[in-house]
Nanobody
């Protein structure tokens, strides 16, 4: 069971990138899934999540209107389209999945620390040059 992120790289401010998160060994059909990032010296920050139970997608204020999440269930792949990138978007980006039975706000870090073990990818580096 694993998640593998890809698509990171170096981009100029104002540019775009699309990250992918490929799942193997399990299906997104039974999980709430999300994207986080962590910049050097900062805590991991929730960016977006798709709640399986409510079928709603949530975005943090820092990326709302610039980032968009989509999913290809047939390919078992989650995407994060990032537009209008800023230097402060520089970070390692992670995807995460938890069982759909998990309750709470999926934009809160403690949503992913409950008894149901989350699956985390190893991350992909995004660097935005100003």
């Amino acid at each position: 069971v694993q998640l593998v992120e890809s698509g990171g790289g170096l981009v100029q401010a104002g540019g775009s990138l699309r990250l992918s998160c490929a799942a193997s060994g399990f299906s997104f059909d039974h999980h709430t899934i999300g994207w986080f990032r962590q910049a050097p010296g900062k805590e991991r920050e929730a960016l977006s999540c798709m709640m399986k139970s409510s079928r709603r997608t949530y975005y943090s204020d820092s990326v709302k209107g610039r980032f968009a999440v989509s999913i290809d269930n047939a390919r078992g792949t989650l995407y994060l389209q990032m537009n209008s990138l800023k230097a402060e978007d520089t970070a390692v980006y992670y995807c995460v999945a938890v069982p759909a039975s998990t309750t709470g706000s999926c934009l809160e870090a403690d949503f992913y620390t409950g008894p149901a073990r989350p699956f985390w990818g190893k991350g992909t580096q995004v660097t935005v040059s100003s």
